[in-house]
């Protein structure tokens, strides 16, 4: 069953996003950068990615994890997204290249399906290269709770690195994800 909590990730640089939804299948609200330094955000949204209950437009379904690549192109971890009702990470434009207002148009990338690891994931972050690091719940779906990380492939595409997983590696239910100074 996919949780919809509302998560939200802050920074001064980049737009405020909100991640989840009330009816199991969510959106993505993004609204205008705390660089203000008042820390207090009181603004309208200044775009919404919303699906109807369906999710064929978007392919949000169940969004929890949520961050921005360097030139604002949303990326998303759908807790359980996808065409058959598994994890999936779904991509959208650039907010410089969408423009404001409500977003409802497919991703422009997909990651989904068998070979990417992805079961039920939560936390989504990417490296200064590109790469995306996607925290999985696989246990309760018989198999092991991970990370799996995925590189561009030259072709808009992104395939699938590595995997951390395993009773040695501690991971238990692993929701949060963060990349540290080298």
Request: charged share 10%; net charge negative.
């Amino acid at each position: 069953m996919p949780r919809t909590p509302k998560w939200i990730r802050r920074h001064s640089q980049h737009p405020t996003l909100s991640a989840g939804g009330p009816d199991g299948y969510g959106s993505v609200t993004v609204y205008p950068s705390l660089s203000s330094g008042t820390g207090v955000l009181n603004e309208a949204p200044i775009a919404t990615i919303l699906d109807d209950t369906t999710g064929n437009i978007t392919q949000l379904n169940g969004p929890l994890g949520i961050a921005l690549d360097s030139s604002n192109a949303i990326y998303v971890a759908n807790f359980a997204g996808g065409p058959l009702y598994q994890g999936s990470v779904t991509i959208y434009p650039s907010l410089n290249d969408s423009g404001l207002g409500l977003l409802k148009e497919p991703p422009t990338a997909t990651i989904v399906g068998a070979g990417t690891n992805l079961i039920y994931p939560d936390g989504i972050v990417l490296d200064p290269n590109g790469n995306i690091y996607v925290t999985n719940e696989g246990s309760g779906n018989g198999g092991l709770d991970s990370v799996t990380s995925y590189r561009p492939d030259g072709n808009g595409g992104f395939t699938l690195f590595s995997t951390i997983t395993g009773p040695a590696t501690g991971l238990i239910f692993p929701w949060g994800i963060a990349i540290g100074p080298r």
